[in-house]
Structures are given as structure tokens and as C-alpha cells.
């Protein structure tokens, strides 16, 4: 079965940094694609970051290009977005997303439980 | 960026009845390898999305056959046979196929 647990969210003061994990497991993780999408309180999906099975292709939304990193490490199944400079408009419950396939194009077929994250003074 | 216009925003629909969500992309979905990478996601409330549709009419694992896609380059539909209660949700196209990947806005789904 097929599994997502994000950790690592919580209350962080504008224009500090907080670190997201994605802890996977019931697949072989180094043969797909992953992703982070967030959603604002009460809002839509926005996709944020997405990285290929070997970080060769690495991607990242306009609204956070320079200030969030993603990166994965295959060996321990884990998915990772070290962001910095938060700001009030990255408030969101943020989601790990696993890809169809090895390359970042493709889209997403399974969803962790998602972390908030809450960017206030 | 590509926008992914949905319609309609809001589906109030009678058990047992069917139900159609459009979406609309400003540009193809088709890819350079030729496949075309426009899915559909459900999210009901408090949950996180799950997978419905992927490539336009293939139905994800476990997914009932009253779900269906069909559509092609710019526009899409999703289709729900027959309604039942376990659908209310909120329901987004998504595409994957050029960067950034965007949604629409969402179609809720409500029982009348």
C-alpha cells in the first residue's frame, strides 16, 4: 500500500524558514517523479515544486522560484522543501504527491495527509 | 501559465442522476511525447485529493466505471453516470503536461 506522511509544518514567522519531509513507503521511490501542492485555507490546489526520479528535472512554481528548495533523498524513501522567507500567502496545507511515472510530466496518483504550515507574526 | 477553466463552479445534482464537469485549458495538453496529461482529481471534505482520471478517460485503480473522461486537446469532461452520495466533493481537472501544472478552480458536487 501505497504511503505519504508529511511532517515538519507548524506556526514560523514571516520571512523565516521551516523544512518539509515526506516520508514514503509501498513503492520503489526512486522510480517516480514527486511533488509538493499546497492549498490554502478554504482555496484550491496549487501545485508548488516537482523533482524527477534522479533530480536531474527539478521544477518550481513563480510564487516560490528562489525561495523554496526541494530535494529527495532516495536512499531513505524522502522527499523534502526547505523554504525560506516565508510569507503570510504561503499559509497552506501542503501536500506530498507521488508521480505516474520516472519523468516530472505525468501528473500525481497518490497523496499524503498533508502538513499546515501557518506563516504569521 | 496555462489556465484550466472548469464549469461548472457548483453541481447540485438528485441521487441516481447523472452529472458532467467541463474544463477547459487556454493552450493544448498534448506533450511533446504525444500523450496528453490532463487528469481529474476528487476531494472530499476533509480529505485530501485522490486521483479519479488520468490522460484524459483512463479511470485510476479502484476507481468506479461510473466515473468517465473523454476530450482531447483543449477541452475535457468528466462524467458521473449515476450519482451517489459518497461523490460530494469538490472535483479538479489538473494538467501535467508543461510547467507550472495548474488546476482549475474546482466544481463543487451537492446533493439536491
Known amino acids: 500500500e501505497v504511503q505519504l506522511v508529511e511532517s515538519g509544518g507548524g506556526l514560523v514567522q514571516p520571512g523565516r524558514s521551516l523544512r518539509l519531509s515526506c516520508a514514503a513507503s509501498g513503492f520503489i521511490f526512486d522510480d517516480y517523479a514527486m511533488y509538493w501542492v499546497r492549498q490554502a485555507p478554504g482555496e484550491g490546489l496549487e501545485w508548488v515544486s516537482g523533482i524527477s526520479w534522479n533530480s536531474g528535472t527539478i521544477a518550481y512554481a513563480d510564487s516560490v522560484r528562489g525561495r523554496f528548495t526541494i530535494s529527495r533523498d532516495n536512499a531513505k524513501n524522502s522527499l523534502y522543501l526547505q523554504m525560506n522567507s516565508l510569507r503570510a500567502e504561503d499559509t497552506a496545507l501542503y501536500y506530498c504527491?507521488?508521480?505516474?511515472?520516472?519523468?516530472?510530466?505525468?501528473?500525481?496518483?497518490?497523496w499524503g495527509q498533508g502538513t499546515p504550515v501557518t506563516v504569521s507574526s | 501559465d496555462i489556465v484550466m477553466t472548469q464549469t461548472p463552479l457548483s453541481s447540485p445534482v438528485t441521487l441516481g442522476q447523472p452529472a458532467s464537469i467541463s474544463c477547459r485549458s487556454s493552450?493544448?495538453?498534448?506533450?511533446?511525447?504525444?500523450?496528453?496529461?490532463l487528469s481529474w482529481l476528487q476531494q472530499r471534505p476533509g480529505q485530501p485529493p485522490r486521483l479519479l482520471i488520468y490522460?484524459?478517460?483512463n479511470r485510476f485503480s479502484g476507481v468506479p466505471d461510473r466515473f468517465s473522461g473523454s476530450g482531447a486537446g483543449t477541452d475535457f469532461t468528466m462524467k458521473i453516470s449515476r450519482v451517489e452520495a459518497e461523490d460530494v466533493g469538490v472535483y479538479y481537472c489538473?494538467?501535467?503536461?508543461?510547467?507550472?501544472?495548474?488546476f482549475g478552480q474546482g466544481t463543487k458536487l451537492e446533493i439536491k
Open positions: 489538473m494538467q501535467a503536461t508543461h510547467f507550472p501544472f495548474t
Open positions: 493552450q493544448s495538453l498534448v506533450h511533446s511525447d504525444g500523450n496528453t496529461y
Open positions: 504527491a507521488k508521480g505516474r511515472g520516472y519523468s516530472v510530466y505525468g501528473g500525481f496518483d497518490y
Open positions: 490522460q484524459i478517460s
